[in-house]
């Protein structure tokens, strides 16, 4: 059964490919993901592919993540990463324009697992409290994330403890947001 997040993932996804159907006549097209082998490759180009989102392996989760660092992540977290396969998608949170990350593979989720140790660890070591990064922002040392003990969505500068609360909830955080192409 769906949680809010899965279902809030979702409705933004089929979204994002609705605006690429009616703006550009296709589904979503990367040039980033030429060569790399996805579920969710739909057809191939010589400089591009065109994808669209795949429902997740079942056995795979952020278990790995919770292991290693013996850590237990916002059941919103799991649902965010272990839903679906798609392509990095665009959007716009307001007047923030973001990449909402996603897994494209079974390898590249492993990667994404490896980020999110590494972003655990850091934060860890500076004695910052813990969060799940869900998007990247232009400016490198800002990112959306997932406050893993309030469950906020913030917006949150790399190694600092400043950090902004953009919604209250992962759910709601998706559901306001806009696909930018």
Sequence with gaps: M????QQALAAFSARYCEAWRQQRGSLP???EYIGISSPCIVSTHPDAVEWQPQPFTPE???????KALDIVL??????????QYAGDM???????????LQAWSRDDFRRVQENL?????????LKLSPTI?????????DVVSLCNLTGEVVRETLGTRQRRVLAPALSTFLHQLDPLL
Excluded: M, W
Excluded at 2 to 5: A, G, I, L, M, T
Excluded at 74 to 83: L, T, W
Excluded at 133 to 141: K, P, V
């Design 90 to 100: 665009p959007a716009r949170f307001g007047e923030l324009t973001l990449t909402l």
């Design 74 to 83: 916002q059941p919103d977290a799991h649902a965010f990463y272990s839903s």
């Design 60 to 66: 795979d989760s952020l278990g790995a993540v919770e």
């Design 117 to 125: 140790i590494g972003h655990l660890v850091t934060q860890k070591r």
């Design 29 to 31: 097209v990367s040039e």
């Design 2 to 5: 769906e949680n809010d997040v």
């Design 133 to 141: 990064f869900i998007a990247t922002l232009d400016s490198e040392l």
